[in-house]
Structure formats: structure tokens, C-alpha cells
């Protein structure tokens, strides 16, 4: 008996399901399917593993469907050929991918001028307060922050409250309003 009629003899017992027969053509034809894939020199040796891991792994899926046992050597060959050259292809890809992703020149942004953007800010925050329920952490911060001429500690005395009564309010205020604007950036909602 030959080495391909011993071969064909593996395959015929792996396209009936024997776990043994899957064994032995892999050992049998590992080491062809290893130079072949090797000679792709632009695939490293964990690539190299990878192709041939996948190639047995297709293969044996598919034993079943081989009409002729004897062809075996030659269309394992193939299936090693293909995964090889898709695996540099999806190489390539990428490294045309990476590439245009570090575009070395990015478009520029359009500036906005500090004296606009500052505006804007504001408006945000004006909003935000006059969305705040009324009572006094809106009348705090109002005073602080709208009109804005008066310290922590007079406010509090306008109020007739302890200072840190007020800078308790103003506190959960930027909490509030820090939550807001986050929530505003993630849901791409400024206006």
C-alpha cells in the first residue's frame, strides 16, 4: 500500500466520523501544509500557526463533502493556498486602514473665538438655572452666578443664612449642572 492509497484509506475513515483518522492525516500531512504556508513570507510564524490551524479546521468540517479521497493532499493544499492569501490580504487591509487613521494631517478645525465660546457657555449655564425648581438653591445660584457681584459670605448674609449653607447649594448646583452638561455632550445635545 502506498503513502496516497494509505492516505485515501484516512481520509475515507475521517469522512465516517473516526476521532483516530482526523489524527493521523493531520500528522500525516502537517508538515506539507507547514512549507507551503511558510513560503508566504510576509506572514510571522504565529500567522504561519494560525493559517494552518484554520486550514485543518476547514478541512476537516468539510471531509464529509469530498467526493474523491484520493484528492485529498491537493485540495487540503488549496484550502492552506486560500487562507494564506486572505490572511495577507486582511494584513494589507489593515495596514492601509492604520494608515488612513493616522493621517499625519488632519483637517483643521474651525477655531471658535474665546469671546463666543465663553457666550455660549453661558447661555448653557443661564438655562440649566432657569430649569432649577424654584426655592432658594436657585435663588443662590442666581445671585452667584447671574448676577454675580456678590461673595459667598454676602449672599449668605442676604439670605440670612450661614455661609455654608450657601456654598452647600452652590455645590450640589455645579454637581447638578456637571451631570447636565455630560449628559447634554453624550446625547449630542447642545441647543
Known amino acids: 500500500m502506498g503513502a496516497s492509497e ?4 484516512w481520509v475515507r475513515r475521517a469522512s465516517q466520523g473516526q476521532a483516530s483518522a482526523y489524527s493521523e ?3 500525516r500531512t502537517r508538515p506539507l501544509v507547514a512549507r507551503l504556508v511558510g513560503g508566504f ?3 510571522d510564524a504565529d500567522e504561519v500557526e494560525d493559517v494552518i490551524q484554520e486550514t485543518f479546521v476547514r478541512a476537516f468540517r468539510a471531509i ?5 479521497p484520493g484528492a485529498f493532499e491537493s485540495w487540503l493544499l488549496s484550502i ?4 494564506a492569501r486572505t490572511r495577507l490580504e486582511r494584513k494589507s487591509s489593515t495596514r492601509r486602514l492604520e494608515e488612513d487613521v493616522a493621517d499625519p494631517d488632519p483637517e ?3 477655531h471658535i473665538p474665546e469671546a463666543l465660546q465663553l457666550e455660549r457657555d453661558i447661555a448653557v449655564v443661564r438655562r440649566l438655572i432657569a430649569e432649577l425648581p424654584e426655592g432658594e438653591e436657585k435663588r443662590t445660584v442666581h445671585l452667584f452666578y ?12 442676604k439670605l440670612g443664612v450661614g455661609k455654608s449653607a450657601v456654598t452647600m ?3 450640589r448646583f455645579r454637581s447638578r449642572i456637571k451631570r447636565e452638561l455630560l449628559r447634554r455632550v453624550l446625547a449630542g445635545r447642545w441647543e
Open 80 to 83: 492552506a493556498r486560500n487562507r
Open 64 to 68: 464529509p463533502r469530498l467526493k474523491e
Open 108 to 110: 483643521p478645525v474651525p
Open 41 to 43: 513570507a510576509q506572514l
Open 169 to 171: 447649594r452652590l455645590e
Open 6 to 9: 494509505g492516505l485515501t484509506e
Open 25 to 27: 492525516l493531520y500528522r
Open 146 to 157: 447671574v448676577e454675580g457681584e456678590l461673595s459667598a459670605r454676602e449672599i449668605a448674609e
